[in-house]
């Protein structure tokens, strides 16, 4: 048998779990009070690690450059704040432009670097003879089908349309014929996406039920 505190945990586990799974009978007020103590534990959590971490390991090991900095970040924070009051919700704007274009600069790089060039090179090892294992044809037959793949994708989000006096603009026929192609692997990657999420949802369901069947005899 579990000591009591093994049984504590369990217990507050069953109830959370009770508690989230009661949305099955329509959004309530113990749904709610769930998810909102979820919400708020994660944030407490978030920003103890955060504080401890990496403000206070930063703020305490600063030579004066990097406190310059810090000073000009903390400032730019203090601005940020009064946004709150619509009449001094201008002084706010530079701190949102920095904080967006910073933001969209890492996204961006990151995107490029972890996702595109990554994709790019592995699409190209396809048609590398040195890393071929086995049936070469086969491997040839595989790279040609991503690259229509990608292509035919690409074309599906190409929106370039020309201009007809008294009509609604329209792509080429080729695009849109190219494009028809590329919603088929748009189907299939969606498809694909959503049974893995839905799988992925279901054995947690299932996980949940038999967690709560085995805490039933316990208790």
């Known amino acids: 048998m579990p000591d009591n505190l093994e049984l504590l945990g369990m217990l507050v586990s069953f ?3 009770v508690l989230v799974l009661s949305y099955a009978l329509g959004d309530n007020f113990l749904f709610r009070l769930a998810i909102h103590i979820f919400i708020g534990a994660a944030a ?3 920003a103890a690690v955060a504080l401890k971490d990496v403000l206070i390991p930063k703020l305490t090991g600063m030579n004066p450059t990097q406190m310059s900095i810090a000073v000009i970040w903390i400032l730019l924070l203090a601005f940020k704040l009064f946004g709150s009051s619509p009449r001094i919700a201008q002084i706010g704007n530079p701190a949102s432009a920095m904080l967006v274009g910073v933001g969209a600069a890492v996204a961006v790089g990151g995107a490029i670097q972890g996702t595109l060039i990554p994709q790019i090179s592995a699409a190209a090892d396809f048609f590398n003879a040195a890393s071929y294992e ?7 037959v595989w790279g040609a089908f991503a690259l229509v793949g990608t292509i035919t994708t690409l ?6 349309a020309r201009a007809v006096p008294n009509q609604i603009p329209t792509r080429s026929r080729w695009v849109e014929s190219v494009s028809k192609i590329g919603q088929v692997f748009i ?15 279901l054995l947690a369901m299932i996980e949940r039920f038999d967690f709560i069947v085995k805490m039933i ?3």
């Open 15 to 17: 109830t959370f779990t």
């Open 44 to 46: 407490g959590y978030v």
């Open 134 to 140: 086995g049936n070469p044809v086969r491997t040839m």
């Open 155 to 160: 074309a599906h989000f190409h929106f370039n």
């Open 187 to 201: 189907a299939i990657a969606l498809g694909v996406v959503f049974a893995g999420v839905y799988s992925a949802a």
């Open 217 to 219: 005899p316990i208790w």
